[in-house]
């Protein structure tokens, strides 16, 4: 089931924390929803659940409008402070969402005995919910936010609180479900956006500022092609000098004196892998590494989000 918003926009008083934002999500993608805090991710996902109201424009989820209070029923939410009842034992909890999601009373017991398998909870499944760790508070979460079995999937910090494991577990979890589901994934690893998220949407100040895979937003960001170099039977600042001296050159950092390491970075749309390279014959260098430095996500959004 396909999302589409239009020109949304949302008020708190002067502030505006979504700006006339557009995009849409298609059925069977996940998308990394980025952005600083206070950037409008949460405001946009509450917006989409129908939690709240817009001021402006509209999501229509399957060519419904969300204002219709037809769409929560497709929709399986976690929020990002996860509200959930201390007092009552996992199964039990499990068995309240299901009811008030309108499940047939007769399903209900195999879509809890499904969700504490996919979520993990076997061995938590009779505990009071407060005795939780917040890492199976955390999947206790999810699992309600999957126990109707929605068409869409909307996650505000789902990994909040899982330790290295259980993290994996639950990026390959969300990308199984993503086959066949829309899903809207808010997240500051950013690792796991690029390990589980097909698209990735950077929102700043309420507006996008970045749409595309990870691979297009590097593409985009480079520009300035980065070496790290090695040159071996030569004086560091000999080579330093001669490095600075070619003219697809921008800037040159010595890394490491010591062992004749230096980061060559080019100017703006040109590359100096063969000049480096030439150089390095021309003067009877051992040319030992010349590794490219990819531009890292994380790079790429503070260059996006830090103004």
């Not at 949302?10 to 059925?27: H, L, M, R």
């Not at 989409?48 to 989820?61: H, M, R």
């Not at 929709?75 to 201390?86: A, K, Q, V």
């Amino acid at each position: 089931m396909d999302i589409k918003i239009q020109h949304l926009t949302k008020n708190y008083g002067v502030q505006k924390a979504v700006d006339n934002i557009s995009f849409e999500v298609k059925t069977g993608e996940i998308l990394g929803f980025l952005g600083p805090n206070g950037a409008g991710k949460t405001t946009t996902m509450k917006i989409i659940t129908g939690y709240i109201e817009s001021n402006g424009g509209d999501v229509t989820i399957g060519g419904q409008s969300v204002r219709s209070g037809k769409t929560k029923k497709y929709i399986g939410y976690l929020p990002e402070h996860n509200p959930l009842y201390h007092e009552m034992p996992v199964i039990d909890y499990l068995g309240f969402c299901a009811s008030i999601q309108g499940i047939n009373k007769t399903a209900i017991p195999g879509r809890i005995h499904e969700m504490v398998r996919v979520c993990g909870l076997n061995d938590e499944k009779h505990k009071k919910i407060g005795e939780l760790s917040k890492g199976y508070r955390q999947r206790v979460g999810l699992a309600q936010a999957m126990i109707h079995d929605p068409e869409i999937l909307i996650l505000d910090e789902p990994t909040t609180g899982l330790d290295p494991n259980q993290i994996v577990e639950i990026r390959e979890l969300i990308k199984n479900i993503g086959k066949e589901k829309t899903v809207i994934l808010s997240t500051h690893i950013l690792p796991e956006v690029e390990a589980t998220c097909d698209r990735i949407l950077i929102i700043n100040k309420g507006k996008i500022v970045a749409d595309g895979t990870a691979a297009t937003l590097r593409k985009q960001a480079q520009g300035k092609q980065v070496l790290n170099v090695k040159i071996e039977d030569a004086d560091v600042n000999t080579v330093f000098e001669k490095l600075k001296s070619l003219p697809t050159v921008a800037m040159v950092d010595i890394l490491d004196a010591a062992n004749n390491r230096f980061e060559v970075q080019s100017i703006q749309d040109a590359v100096s892998n063969k000049e480096v390279f030439r150089l390095c014959v021309k003067n009877n260098w051992s040319l030992t590494e010349m590794i490219p430095f990819e531009t890292r996500l994380e790079d790429i959004f503070r260059d996006l989000t830090l103004n």
